[in-house]
């Protein structure tokens, strides 16, 4: 098997040394193209032996064994050219029928990725240097394909430090703790609506694939994942991740989810799961808030993604999302999406997270929100997860690892109140006006107490201080 890791840290060391790529996130988005016609041009190979009527919808001098795959290649200013002037144009434009047929669906893909996403690298020689390494990984072994899908996932976290473009990722423990609560079953429909680089979609795949027990429950996974993106760098990231995923069609939009009135979701259009990490702090572009009835409309977009995520599941669905502190609290339409999402679901389960765990992009407080559609909620048990012992924050090198949630798992099956788990009835949190942010009662009792005694002590110390101050002022002047 290929030095995947070996392979990664050289093709990092080329684009460092181009004077087009400027940062993290224009790095990946280099990498995350490339790496995209690879593996498609990979699975094209495969799928032409498989299925004789299958035709590649990428023309043969673009596909990538035309001219990519030969390490003696073009190069230089003929390689630079052809990519910017040839490529690109090219597969912007490619020709999509009305067909459902594969080839049609995997064309689509083609040209929404290149659509969205640039060429930056300035170098034809650099760029040589790449697609030879990147030729050293054959993407229709198995063993290669899956091994770079975990590899995959340490170039996706690279993000997190990647400006505003941190926002795309949500750290691997939260989608695999979230998807294992939602615990999605084969034959369900899956949705996450703000899907970035697809952390929550390849989540459920990889739990779904634990229940398949024949080749065609396997095939059935992928038209059940349902995704939606309206940037073009996550776009590309999230297909590229589910091809590695196995999912030959990726079942991803390239749209902004606000777009459509929520009118025009039907019954249809209803899912059984969600899992998502909405974005929230953003303002809502194209005057999308229009698109909600009246009493709903807000330029914050996590508590329109909450309405449009009540609306979107079927009775019985269920739903595990990340939301800030903001939308737990506040008057007026906040106030009445709480009191929506409050009686049309049982929202069961609020999990407290700590401010850093989405450090360093964002340092606002968040918590992970459970319930289920169909039923008002009765009461809401919260769980304070807190940081590891000795540890003040998470950060890149300490972040937040899927064992931390061992014991709410534990809680979550025999709930009992205690020093980190709590109740709260409906009644109270209808006399608080809705307000969802109701923070541990024991340690708020402990942090009072010690608060008052430290100020006493510290009054003390300073009445002290002022007056030995005092007394050798007067000590001074006589």
């Not at 398949?212 to 297909?239: C, D, F, M, Q």
């Not at 979107?312 to 999402?341: E, F, Y």
Request: hydrophobic share 35%; proline share 4%.
């Amino acid at each position: 098997m290929a030095n995947l890791k070996g392979i990664i840290d050289s093709i990092r060391k080329i684009m460092w040394q181009d004077t087009g790529l400027n940062g993290d996130a224009q790095r990946i988005e280099q990498l995350g193209w490339m790496l995209f016609l690879k593996i498609f041009s990979d699975k094209d190979k495969e799928l032409e032996v498989l299925n004789d009527e299958y035709v590649s919808p990428i023309p043969d001098e673009l596909h990538w064994e035309a001219w990519a795959g030969d390490d003696e290649g073009m190069t230089g200013d003929e390689l630079q050219q052809f990519v910017d002037q040839k490529l690109f144009p090219t597969l912007k434009n490619l020709k999509v029928g009305m067909s459902d047929d594969l080839a049609n669906k995997r064309a689509l893909i083609v040209r929404e990725v290149f659509e969205g996403n640039n060429n930056y690298m300035k170098s034809g020689i650099n760029i040589r240097k790449v697609l030879n390494k990147l030729n050293e990984i054959d993407f229709n072994i198995a063993k290669d394909r899956h091994a770079f899908g975990e590899l995959y996932e340490t170039i996706l976290k690279e993000l997190q430090s990647a400006g505003k473009s941190g926002e795309f990722y949500t750290p691997r423990a939260i989608t695999e703790f979230i998807c294992e609560m939602i615990n999605p079953q084969l034959g369900e429909k899956i949705l996450d609506p703000s899907c970035g680089t697809g952390g929550y979609l390849t989540a459920a795949i990889e739990h779904l694939k634990t229940q398949a027990n024949s080749v065609e429950e396997r095939e059935s996974i992928a038209k059940n994942i349902i995704g939606w993106e309206y940037k073009p760098l996550p776009y590309l990231l999230a297909t590229t991740n589910l091809i590695l995923h196995d999912m030959e069609v990726p079942n991803i939009s390239f749209r902004d989810s606000l777009d459509q009135p929520l009118s025009n979701y039907t019954e249809k259009n209803r899912v059984n799961a969600i899992l998502a990490n909405p974005p929230f702090g953003g303002i809502v572009a194209n005057n999308n808030e229009n698109n909600f009835p009246q009493n709903y409309r807000t330029k914050e977009s996590a508590d329109l993604f909450l309405v449009l995520m009540i609306h979107l599941l079927k009775n019985g669905g269920r739903a595990g999302i990340v939301l800030p502190d903001g939308s737990l609290t506040g008057d007026g339409v906040k106030q009445r999406v709480r009191q929506r999402l409050l009686e049309e679901c049982n929202l069961h389960t609020i999990i407290r997270l700590p401010n850093s765990v989405f450090q360093p992009y964002a340092t606002v407080a968040t918590n992970l929100l459970f319930f289920t559609k169909g039923r008002p909620s009765k009461e809401v048990w919260y769980y304070e997860h807190r940081l590891p012992e000795g540890q003040k924050a998470y950060s890149k090198t300490r972040p937040l690892g899927i064992q931390e949630f061992d014991p709410i798992k534990a809680w979550w099956k025999d709930r009992k109140e205690s020093e980190l788990s709590w109740k709260v009835d409906i009644q109270t949190i209808i006399d608080r006006n809705y307000d969802l942010d109701i923070k541990n009662p024991t340690k708020q009792e402990e942090e009072i107490i010690q608060s008052s005694a430290e100020l006493m002590e510290m009054l003390d110390q300073s009445f002290n201080k002022s007056h030995d101050l005092l007394m050798k002022l007067k000590e001074a002047v006589q």
